[in-house]
């Protein structure tokens, strides 16, 4: 995967270019007019949608990009200009048609939550004159294009007499064609390279419902053979996605966390489109895209995924299994290095935990909630006796850190040999410190290194010393 960090395959995006905008805020009441809710709006922002999400995508992941569209002569349509010259992109390969509105979709999110949407845009087909002018910008692009990613939102630019020319034009010399499609009928992808819907698009382009791999196989073979494709493959949200070339074969989902599926098609076709226009096979493509894909589904709105994005987050799944939560120290700065550059709250505590128990779970699920990444600091062998007697601890420090790390609200262990964790937190600098509530008027370790401290109380009751106590008890009776 990391190869492909450093490559810059030239890629042709040809497609419906639209702005995303979107109104972020807050709501808390509803309104006194009408049965809605009222929101409080904090930002405002705006992003390429469409084929410029594609496009967005590809610059993120150092692709030499190219993009064809159709475009009006308004305001939004000079609002996409000054957006894809931003982004390093020439525009001088779009074609303006008069009378023509620029699709600019708006989005209301309230509470991490989209409330509403309203489109201003024009969904009839483009004029003739549009379509030979494309194509005449295609013609002299195609001996330095790597592959033609068709990006069909539906609102006219692909035509069926444009798309099918773009596909004949690219197969004559050489050139991949991959498509995200639209609408029921596909025919005008007829002899592409690749297609990729989603299994509600498949199952009405096929006339097939998907609902198990029995159906799941007739449908994308249907789609590859009806059309004559290459490959075709089928996206399945959380299942991962399906290839159909000469066999059919499932590349699973890696996301953790999904917020927001805006522009994840976008993510999987265009990371698809860079990793086969710098010469990848499918298999390895389908997996990394999967991946893009995990990374982009985790944030709010249309997003890209970057490489080192990509690279961590692959890290992170294969380092996922208890035992690689426990960290050595170097290690563990590595960890953090990458944590910091994403923006990550950095929650740290520490204790014996000698034998776990309910408390200690309550009591670290609460400093999870402080922040996104707790980091547990346990006190090795030597330090427990030197703390608590030479009768403890009960159980070694590394089955004490494995079965912290095998706790959701952890995500890493660390073990350390001092008697105070004072040096681990200069090294670790987390954002908030957890300690007991039993710390309150007390003067907290490394209060003057982190960024802030809180206090959570125990469970009353719950105790290791009042387990073992319990234990001899129960002996001696």
């Avoid at 931003?86 to 699709?103: A, F, I, P, S, Y």
């Avoid at 910008?137 to 001996?143: A, C, E, F, V, Y």
């Amino acid at each position: 995967m990391r190869k492909y960090a450093s490559l810059h395959p030239s890629v042709l995006v040809i497609g419906d270019l639209m702005i995303d905008h979107y109104l972020w805020g807050n709501t808390e009441r509803i309104s006194p007019e009408a049965p809605v809710p009222v929101i409080d709006v904090q930002k405002e922002s705006e992003v390429l949608g469409g084929a410029g999400n594609v496009v967005n995508n590809l610059v993120a992941l150092g692709a030499d990009v190219s993009v064809i569209s159709v475009i009006g002569k308004d305001d939004n349509g000079r609002r996409l200009i000054r957006m894809l010259k931003n982004l390093g992109v020439g525009t001088d390969t779009l074609v303006v048609e008069t009378g023509r509105k620029t699709t600019r979709k708006s989005r209301v999110i309230a509470s991490h939550q989209q409330v509403v949407r309203f489109d201003s845009e024009t969904r009839q087909e483009i004029f003739k004159e549009s379509e030979d002018r494309i194509l005449s910008l295609i013609q002299s692009r195609l001996l330095v294009t790597d592959i033609i990613l068709l990006s069909d939102y539906g609102k006219g630019v692909l035509s069926d007499r444009l798309t099918r020319h773009i596909i004949n034009m690219a197969k004559a010399s050489g050139v991949k064609v991959l498509v995200d499609p639209k609408g029921k009928d596909y025919s005008k992808y007829e002899g592409a390279t690749l297609v990729t819907p989603n299994k509600k698009e498949a199952s009405e382009a096929t006339g097939i419902l998907i609902k198990d791999e029995a159906s799941l196989k007739e449908a994308g073979f249907r789609l590859k053979n009806g059309l004559g494709l290459e490959i075709a493959m089928i996206t399945l949200s959380e299942e991962g996605m399906a290839i159909f070339d000469e066999t059919m074969r499932t590349i699973p989902t890696v996301a953790k966390e999904v917020y927001d599926v805006t522009g994840a098609g976008d993510t999987v076709l265009s990371t698809l489109g860079f990793v086969l226009g710098a010469g990848g096979e499918i298999d390895e493509a389908a997996k990394i895209a999967n991946a893009a894909a995990a990374v982009v589904v985790g944030k709010l709105g249309s997003a890209t995924a970057t490489w080192d994005e990509i690279i961590a987050y692959e890290t992170a799944m294969h380092d996922s299994t208890t035992e690689h939560r426990i960290k050595e120290q170097k290690e563990l700065v590595k960890s953090l290095k990458r944590l910091r550059r994403e923006g990550r709250r950095i929650v740290f505590t520490n204790g014996c935990f000698d034998i776990l128990h309910l408390g200690h779970v309550k009591y670290l699920e609460k400093a999870k909630s402080f922040g996104d990444v707790l980091i547990v600091g346990v006190n090795s062998d030597a330090s427990v006796k030197r703390l608590k007697g030479e009768n403890r601890p009960v159980n070694p420090e590394f089955d004490r850190a494995y079965l912290l790390a095998a706790l959701d609200a952890v995500d890493f262990v660390t073990i350390f040999d001092e008697d105070t964790p004072y040096e681990l937190i200069k090294v670790i600098e987390p954002d908030i410190l957890v300690k007991g509530g039993d710390y309150e008027g007390k003067e907290v370790v490394g209060s003057d290194i982190a960024k802030e401290v809180r206090l959570v109380d125990f469970i009353e009751g719950r105790s290791t010393s009042g387990i073992i106590e319990n234990i001899n008890k129960k002996e001696r009776a």
